[in-house]
Every structure is written in structure tokens, then in C-alpha cells.
């Protein structure tokens, strides 16, 4: 897991607050994507973008959730009006590049906690 | 039906043992095959890595794919405690965005 890093580790919102988790991928990587792990569940794919571009968001849910990655500074996912079910590990991966045999490496993830 | 299966376990083996762990999936276009491990409260670290059909062994760790079957495994000889995590499969079909999709991993315990 060495060299993604994601912040904070916990983060603890109230419903309808907004949360933003932050993501900086590792060196050379501009391959990013975010992953939602539930109690139960294995990790199931959101969103993935490269820098300045959202390339396949079909796992994001439609409304309140937005990601982006600018040209500089870390991606970042918001969750706008947070509610209870959105309470998960949120996990970042990068790669430098996005071919098949580019493996991805992960954070050690945001939990977020919606009481 | 998920896509890929994975029996959650919780697995308890002794140290020393052989585990054997198993995925199914169903989308006959996955090719390319991954076993992570993740430690309590950290992010899935890459075990193995294979493509198509085949084994392949990196220390203590085989991994096997059978594409006919639509099953893969990975087999730890010699388990120690420090192996003690929850072992996720994870498959793609190398479509241009590289994404993956997971098991929902199985938890083992190594008993010392």
C-alpha cells in the first residue's frame, strides 16, 4: 500500500452534511480509481478518472456523489447530503497506466461514518 | 447472480496447513486474474497476477485459473499466523479502463 495515500482515515459526518475524501496516487500514476467496500460486500468500483477526466463513472451512484482528479492536487470524491447508507470504507487505486497488465495499488482507505 | 463468488468463510486453519481458496465467476470474458490480500483496517495489497488459463507460483502462494470451469484458487503452503487476512479475488476483461471486479473475499484465521 505504499505510496497511495488517502485522508483522513475516519471521517464522521452527520446526515446531510457533505464528506470529501482525498486521494494522492503514487509517484508517476495518473491512473485513478475509487472503490466503496460495505460490511459483507467485497469492494465494488465507482468511478475512474486520469487527470482532468472522468472516464468511467457506471459505478457511481447518480445523484449527491461527484468525483474529480484536477491537474494538480490530490482526486477528491464528494458525497454531497450525506446519509446513513453511504457509511463504508471508501478506497482509492491508482496505476501509471490503464492497460491489463498495469495492477492496481491501493490506499488504506476512508471510512466514513454517517451518524 | 454476482458475477464472481467467493465463500466468505471465516476459514481457521493450524499453522502449517495448505489453504485452498476459490473464486467462481460467470463472465466468460474475464482474462486476467488477481488474488489481493487485505490486513484488518488497511487497503488490498496484490498477491498474484494471471492471465488465461494456468498456474502460477510465487513462494508460497499458486495461483490457478480454469477458464472452462470458470474457477480460480489459490493455495497457500506452509500458512503462518502472519497470513491471517482476508484473501479478495478480483478478474477484468481487460476492456480499456482496466477495472476490476471482486469477490467478496474469505477471511482466514492461522492458528499458531
Known amino acids: 500500500n505504499a505510496g497511495v495515500m488517502q485522508n483522513p482515515r475516519h471521517l464522521v459526518r452527520r446526515r446531510g452534511q457533505e464528506a470529501r475524501l482525498r486521494c494522492s496516487p503514487m509517484k508517476g500514476h495518473s491512473h485513478v480509481y475509487w472503490y466503496r467496500q460495505l460490511p459483507e460486500e467485497g469492494l465494488k468500483f465507482m468511478v475512474y478518472l486520469q487527470k482532468e477526466n472522468i472516464i468511467d463513472e457506471s459505478g457511481m451512484p447518480k445523484e449527491r456523489f461527484s468525483a474529480e482528479f484536477p491537474k494538480e492536487g490530490p482526486s477528491i470524491l464528494r458525497i454531497q447530503q450525506v446519509v446513513r447508507g453511504d457509511s463504508a470504507a471508501y478506497f482509492c487505486?491508482?496505476?501509471?497506466?490503464?492497460?491489463?497488465?498495469?495492477?492496481?495499488?491501493f490506499g488504506n482507505g476512508t471510512r466514513l461514518t454517517v451518524t | 447472480q454476482k458475477e464472481v463468488e467467493q465463500d466468505p468463510g471465516p476459514l481457521s486453519v493450524p499453522e502449517g496447513a495448505i489453504v485452498s481458496l476459490n473464486c467462481t465467476y460467470s463472465n466468460s470474458a474475464f482474462q486476467y486474474f488477481m488474488w489481493y490480500r487485505q490486513y484488518s483496517r488497511k487497503g488490498p495489497e496484490l498477491l498474484m497476477y494471471?492471465?488465461?488459463?494456468g498456474n502460477k507460483e510465487d513462494g508460497r502462494f499458486t495461483a490457478q485459473v480454469d477458464k472452462s470451469s470458470k474457477y480460480i484458487s489459490l493455495f497457500i503452503r506452509d500458512s503462518q499466523p502472519s497470513d491471517s487476512a482476508t484473501y479478495l479475488c478480483a478478474m477484468s476483461d481487460g476492456g480499456a479502463t482496466n477495472k476490476l471486479i471482486f469477490g467478496t473475499g474469505t477471511l482466514l484465521a492461522v492458528q499458531p
Open positions: 494471471t492471465y488465461s488459463s
Open positions: 487505486a491508482s496505476s501509471p497506466t490503464s492497460s491489463y497488465n498495469s495492477p492496481l495499488h
